[in-house]
Nanobody
Framework: QVQLVESGGGLVQPGGSLRLSCAASGFPFTFSGMRWYRQAPGKERELVAYIDNASSSRTYADSVKGRFTISRDNAKNTLYLQMNSLKPEDTAVYYC????????WGQGTQVTVSS
């Protein structure tokens, strides 16, 4: 069956870094664009970053541009999000999303930025 499994979240101080991973299985990851979303308490889910299947196109939310980098390894069926210069407002549950019609979601990984 289809699985998207995020990992790499945790507690980090402001200015710190984290690298999230999303391991995909059960669908043609190599042919699928992928996205990272996040949802903070009391807020709507927000699109953070997008990457196409060949890593030739990437887009970012203005709030993370210059600090976050989305990447993928199609040989490992894995999506990544490198997060640098983290701020308290980056605190959220982070989800990966992909597949036909964007129908597959992971369970999320908590990122907390706090001193």
């Amino acid at each position: 069956q289809v699985q998207l499994v995020e990992s790499g979240g945790g507690l980090v101080q402001p200015g710190g870094s984290l690298r999230l991973s999303c391991a995909a299985s059960g669908f043609p990851f190599t042919f699928s664009g992928m996205r990272w979303y996040r949802q903070a308490p009391g807020k709507e889910r927000e699109l953070v970053a997008y990457i196409d299947n060949a890593s030739s196109s990437r887009t970012y939310a203005d709030s993370v541009k210059g600090r976050f980098t989305i990447s993928r390894d199609n040989a490992k069926n894995t999506l990544y999000l490198q997060m640098n210069s983290l701020k308290p407002e980056d605190t959220a549950v982070y989800y990966c999303n992909g597949g036909a019609y964007w129908k597959y979601w992971g369970q999320g990984t908590q990122v907390t930025v706090s001193s």
